[in-house]
């Protein structure tokens, strides 16, 4: 089985702080992804990497940075935590095949800036 | 335009029914995927069921089939003999192009909230 981890379920921080999201995954998959997800928003891709050291921007990159050094690790950086960035982040990963190609995600972080 | 509609906020179902959830989508590519993922009170995402655009045939996974009707871009999902373990928010979710880069992303609807009644 695929598994996804993450490296806090739940996460409290203060505005202006640097706060380092962690996702790792066991299975060599060659994607991984972040998103946030907000009520009635659905989810939104914020980046995602192809490949390790590559990444891309999604539809919501602004506060946000990436690092994936390592092809299980793929790490999302709010570089000074703003309370509009008060979600729930989940990571996923896949394979990096043609056709299906499923997305696997881990159990999410629920972030909270005060 | 949103490229994924999800029109039902939220559904309630008798167990033991069946309930179609439902999903359109908007693409001018001839080649892309459609998901549904199900996400339960504790947070995971679960994948359910794909359907790719050439596919002619229906996808079934057990109790979940996909009604995929290509020419209206609709891909709705059916749970049949519902459980009370189905109450979950479900997500539809659409991957364009077939392969490299760019092409793996997923676009997410915004989900239905599924109340199942015993």
Same mark, same amino acid.
């Given at each position: 089985? =695929?598994?996804?981890?993450?490296?806090?379920?739940?996460?409290?921080?203060?505005?202006?702080?640097?706060?380092?999201?962690?996702?790792?995954?066991?299975?060599?998959?060659?994607?991984?992804?972040?998103?946030?997800?907000?009520?009635?928003?659905?989810?939104?891709?914020?980046?995602?990497?192809?490949?390790?050291? %590559?990444?891309?921007?999604?539809?919501?990159?602004?506060?946000?940075? =990436?690092?994936?050094?390592?092809?299980?690790?793929?790490?999302?950086?709010?570089?000074?935590?703003?309370?509009?960035?008060?979600?729930? +982040?989940?990571?996923?990963?896949?394979?990096?095949?043609?056709?299906?190609?499923?997305?696997?995600?881990?159990?999410?972080?629920?972030?909270?800036?005060? | 335009?949103?490229?994924?509609?999800?029109?039902?906020?939220? %559904?309630?179902?008798?167990?033991?029914?069946?309930?179609?959830?439902?999903?359109?989508?908007?693409?001018?590519? /001839?080649?892309?995927?459609?998901?549904?993922?199900? /996400?339960?009170?504790?947070?995971?995402?679960?994948?359910?069921?794909?359907?790719?655009?050439?596919?002619? /045939?229906?996808?079934?996974?057990?109790? +979940?089939?996909?009604?995929?009707?290509?020419?209206?871009?609709?891909?709705?999902?059916?749970?049949?003999?519902? /459980?009370?373990?189905?109450?979950? %928010?479900?997500?539809?979710? %659409?991957?364009?192009?077939?392969?490299?880069?760019?092409? +793996?992303?997923?676009?997410?609807?915004?989900?239905?909230?599924?109340?199942?009644?015993?």
């Amino acid at each position: 089985d =695929v598994k996804v981890t993450q490296s806090s379920r739940y996460l409290v921080k203060r505005t202006g702080e640097k706060v380092f999201l962690e996702c790792v995954q066991d299975m060599d998959h060659e994607n991984m992804f972040w998103y946030r997800q907000d009520p009635g928003l659905g989810l939104r891709l914020i980046y995602f990497s192809y490949d390790v050291k %590559m990444k891309e921007k999604g539809d919501i990159p602004e506060g946000y940075s =990436v690092s994936r050094e390592k092809k299980e690790r793929f790490s999302l950086i709010l570089e000074s935590a703003s309370t509009n960035q008060t979600s729930m +982040y989940l990571c996923a990963s896949s394979l990096g095949a043609s056709g299906t190609d499923t997305q696997y995600f881990g159990p999410g972080t629920r972030l909270t800036v005060l | 335009a949103q490229k994924i509609t999800q029109t039902q906020p939220g %559904m309630f179902v008798q167990e033991k029914e069946a309930v179609t959830l439902d999903c359109t989508y908007d693409t001018s590519d /001839q080649s892309y995927g459609l998901f549904w993922y199900k /996400q339960p009170s504790s947070g995971e995402m679960i994948f359910l069921i794909y359907q790719g655009s050439y596919d002619e /045939q229906n996808a079934t996974e057990g109790r +979940y089939s996909l009604n995929f009707q290509k020419a209206r871009k609709s891909a709705n999902l059916v749970i049949s003999a519902s /459980q009370l373990g189905d109450s979950a %928010m479900y997500f539809c979710a %659409m991957r364009e192009g077939w392969s490299g880069g760019s092409n +793996y992303k997923l676009t997410f609807g915004k989900g239905t909230l599924l109340t199942v009644n015993p």
